[in-house]
């Protein structure tokens, strides 16, 4: 049953990510899994705010006005984060109303998914500029590598936490199906 709980996991994920935009796949609580997003949860590691922390990130030791470099862009870019994911959602709103309006045009529904697209933009840019915060203005040259590993490290704890209770939610036997009582 665990097999078949990783296959039917890995198969939703695999149909799931390839044709979806990030803020697509945000929704769906897997975009950070992205590894240009990875520096944000590497970064609430570093300053204590998540509870789980793999070895790897242990090892990269921030001084200390690196941890307070590292708290402003991180909540600066929290901040910004909310605001473009919030647009990110009206716009996709914005899209799903114009393509079920029956009045609506093409013209209308292609201005809709560039408005959509801009935003999703916006959010993939705020999310490069952390990542490369991060790397080339907090850290040191030769803690780049350790960083990388965190997050890396990171990455397979945080898929290994959403297979876990993806296979939590699947029923644990199959449930027989169940067939009207025969009328004589």
């Not at 716009?91 to 013209?107: E, F, G, N, R």
């Not at 933009?121 to 490369?132: I, Q, R």
Request: charged residues 25%; aromatic residues 4%.
């Amino acid at each position: 049953m665990k097999l078949k709980c990783v296959m039917t996991a890995a198969t939703a994920i695999a149909l799931m990510v390839p044709g979806m935009a990030r803020a697509e796949v945000e929704q769906l609580d897997l975009g950070a899994m992205a590894s240009s997003e990875m520096a944000y949860p590497m970064a609430e590691t570093l300053l204590g705010i998540s509870a789980e922390e793999p070895q790897s990130c242990k090892d990269l030791v921030l001084d200390d006005t690196q941890k307070g470099q590292m708290k402003e862009a991180y909540f600066n870019f929290r901040k910004q984060r909310n605001t473009l994911g919030a647009e990110v959602r009206n716009a996709q709103l914005d899209v799903i109303h114009t393509v079920t309006d029956p009045a609506s045009t093409k013209d209308q529904a292609t201005a809709a998914v560039g408005t959509l697209k801009t935003a999703m933009g916006a959010l993939g840019d705020a999310n490069s500029a952390f990542h490369l915060t991060v790397f080339y203005d907090i850290l040191k040259p030769e803690q780049r590598e350790t960083a990388w590993k965190c997050m890396m490290d990171m990455k397979k704890m945080m898929m290994q936490e959403k297979l876990k209770r993806m296979c939590e939610r699947m029923p644990k036997e199959p449930t027989p199906p169940t067939t009207p009582p025969a009328r004589h």
